[in-house]
């Protein structure tokens, strides 16, 4: 029979080689845990941003041409939509663009709401029947332009 009670130096470096191979697993593991965190960060990033500016040109764009009148309020950071007996207001405010809508009845102002994107601008134009719509979320900027009926 063997006796297991002396250790000899090949199993001191067996033990030492199982631990090294363990320490290399976790260790790429760790680094690949990093790679993917970094990967999916930057594109977290890049569909707020994107997500964030041309979405909302579309939401805005596709509301003034199904609205019957639009006015613009707020010097050019909010509009006023009507359409039969509703009316939308559609305003930036505090980082982010709200949309509320009122009876036709009532006043419309920019205030209240439900927060719809977040922005970091809204400025609306119009020239002659033809609306520029620019949104910005951090350093991405974007326009078009939305012709009325």
Known sequence: MKNYKSKDLSDTIGTIGSMLLFLLFAGCMLMMIAAAAGTYSRISTNFDKTFGTTASLRYVSNKIKAAESAEIIENGS???????????????KDGGLYEKTVASEEDAFPGGGDRIFELSELKVFENGGTYKITTAFGSDRSSTFVRRR
């Open 78 to 92: 909010g509009l006023v939509l009507k359409n039969g007996g509703a009316v939308n207001v559609i305003y930036f």
